[in-house]
C-alpha cells in the first residue's frame, strides 16, 4: 500500500507526457561534470573535424560565429533523472558544419572529444537532419562555462551526457567506440524513452 506522503504528488497530465519513464521535472540546472572546469581562451580555441586522426576541416572562434546559425527549443533529460522543459539554444546545426567543410559523414560513428578530454559516442545518423548542434548560446546569452561554454554539443534527443561540454571536434571512427561513461556501464545510446541508462537496458 501507498500513500501520497510516499509517493508525492502525481505530475499533470501535460507534464506526465513530456516526460520519459524514471524522470522528474526541475526548474533548475543542475551542473554535472567529471572534473574541474577546462581553461579555454577563444583566441586559439578551435573546432576540428577529424576522420580518424586526419583532420578534414578547422574552425577558429572567428570562423565559427560566421557560419549559419540555428536555434531549438525543447526538453533536455539527464540520465540522474531530471528533465528541465523549454530550454532554449542557439548554435551551429552539425549538418552546416558538415556542408562549410565541403564533406560527407566518411563512417556511420562519432566521437564528441571535449577540452577537458571527456569523450562520448553518437551515431553519425544522430547528429544529422537537424537533430543535433554545436551550441554557443543558452536562453538567449552566450554559453556559461559551467554549462560547456564557449561551445557544447547539443543532442536533445538523448541522454544529456551525449551533449558533450567545452566542445573542441567531431572524430569520425570505423565502429562504435564506447566514450568515457560508456566505458564505465553507461549505455551505448542512451535514448530517454527507452530508459536507456546502463549496459543492459
Not at 577546462?38 to 578547422?58: H, M, N, Q, V, Y
Not at 532554449?88 to 546545426?93: F, I, L, Y
Not at 562520448?120 to 537532419?129: E, I, R
Not at 541522454?159 to 553507461?186: H, I, P, V
Request: aromatic content about 14%; proline content about 8%.
Amino acid at each position: 500500500m501507498s500513500t501520497r506522503g510516499f509517493t508525492g504528488r502525481p505530475p499533470p497530465e501535460a507534464t506526465r507526457t513530456r516526460l520519459p519513464p524514471g524522470q522528474t521535472r526541475t526548474e533548475d540546472f543542475p551542473v554535472l561534470q567529471i572534473g574541474p572546469n577546462p581553461r579555454i581562451d577563444l583566441e586559439t580555441w578551435c573546432f576540428t573535424l577529424r576522420a580518424g586522426s586526419r583532420p578534414l576541416k578547422s574552425w577558429s572562434w572567428t570562423a565559427f560565429e560566421r557560419l549559419p546559425r540555428t536555434r531549438w527549443a525543447g526538453d533536455i533529460h539527464c540520465v540522474t533523472q531530471w528533465s528541465k522543459f523549454d530550454t532554449r539554444w542557439e548554435g551551429v546545426s552539425v549538418d552546416d558544419l558538415l556542408a562549410d567543410a565541403g564533406v560527407e559523414a566518411p563512417t556511420a560513428y562519432a566521437l564528441a572529444e571535449g577540452y577537458d578530454d571527456y569523450t562520448t559516442n553518437v551515431p553519425f545518423a544522430d547528429l544529422t537532419g537537424g537533430r543535433a548542434m554545436v551550441a554557443t548560446h543558452y536562453d538567449g546569452a552566450p554559453l556559461s562555462l559551467d554549462h560547456g561554454g564557449p561551445a557544447r554539443l547539443l543532442v536533445p534527443h538523448l541522454y544529456f551526457w551525449k551533449s558533450a561540454k567545452w566542445l573542441k571536434g567531431l572524430r569520425f571512427t570505423q565502429k562504435d567506440e564506447g566514450g568515457f561513461w560508456e566505458m564505465r556501464g553507461y549505455h551505448m545510446y542512451g535514448d530517454p524513452w527507452r530508459e536507456q541508462r546502463f549496459t543492459g537496458d
